[in-house]
C-alpha cells in the first residue's frame, strides 16, 4: 500500500553566503531554532557525489554533530535515507556568492520529512575555501537538516558566512533544547 504524503516544500534558500572579509559582530545570543524539526533526533543519510574529498568533508561535519550527543546522522542506503548530501558546480542564480545551501522538506504538521545539501565545490575552490573551512561549511548546512537558523552570535556555526567557526556551545544548546520548541507554528521564509 502506497501512502502519499503531503509534502510542503518549506525552505528554498538555507543559504550559507560566502565570507568576503566582512567583520562578525560580537554577540552571546541564542542559535535560533526554526518551527520545523525531525521527529526524533535521528536522520539518516546518503551520498550522492563519488568525491572521496567530499566525502570525507561530511564525514567530519556528520562527527563533529554527532559528537555532540544531541543529534545522530547515521548512513542510510539508496532505498532508506532521510537525507541526501552532494556537491554542486552552480556559481549562478540562486547559488551566487554562496559556499552552501540546504533544501527541506516538512508535512503538513511542520515535521521535516527529506532534505538535500549541496557545497558548492566550484564558488568553494573560487575563494580559497581550506578543508577545514568546507568542514565549517557543511557542518552549517547540516544545522539547518536539524532545524537552525541564522544566527548573529559571532561564534555561531550558523553565522550567516560562517567560515571560521566550528559548531560552539550556543549551536549544542540550541539543538538540545529541540524538542521544547513548538512544531509548525510559523512558516520559514528564505534566510
Ligand atoms: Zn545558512
Redesign the pocket.
Known amino acids: 500500500m502506497r501512502k502519499r504524503m503531503r509534502l510542503v516544500l518549506v525552505m528554498l534558500a538555507?543559504?550559507?553566503t560566502l565570507n568576503l572579509g566582512s567583520v562578525a559582530q560580537a554577540s552571546s545570543a541564542a542559535t535560533p531554532f526554526s518551527s520545523h524539526r525531525w521527529r526524533h533526533p535521528e536522520v539518516t543519510y546518503v551520498y550522492n557525489t563519488k568525491s572521496t574529498y567530499y566525502r570525507s568533508i561530511y564525514q567530519k561535519a556528520i562527527k563533529a554533530w554527532n559528537k555532540t550527543g544531541d543529534f545522530k546522522f547515521v548512513a542510510g542506503t539508496a532505498k532508506s535515507h532521510d537525507i541526501v548530501l552532494t556537491t554542486s558546480t552552480a556559481t549562478t542564480g540562486k547559488y551566487n556568492m554562496l559556499a552552501?545551501i540546504?533544501f527541506t522538506k516538512a508535512d503538513s504538521v511542520g515535521y521535516f520529512t527529506s532534505a538535500t545539501v549541496k557545497l558548492l565545490r566550484k564558488n568553494l575552490a573560487t575563494y580559497k575555501y581550506s578543508k577545514s573551512d568546507r568542514v565549517h561549511v557543511a557542518e552549517?548546512?547540516l544545522g539547518?537538516v536539524i532545524g537552525l537558523q541564522?544566527s548573529s552570535n559571532s561564534h555561531s556555526v550558523?553565522m550567516?558566512n560562517n567560515r571560521y567557526n566550528a559548531i560552539a556551545g550556543v549551536d549544542k544548546s540550541a539543538v538540545a533544547k529541540r524538542d521544547l520548541m513548538p512544531v509548525g507554528k510559523s512558516s520559514l521564509s528564505a534566510?
Open positions: 538555507m543559504l550559507l552552501g540546504t552549517h548546512e539547518h541564522h550558523m550567516a534566510q
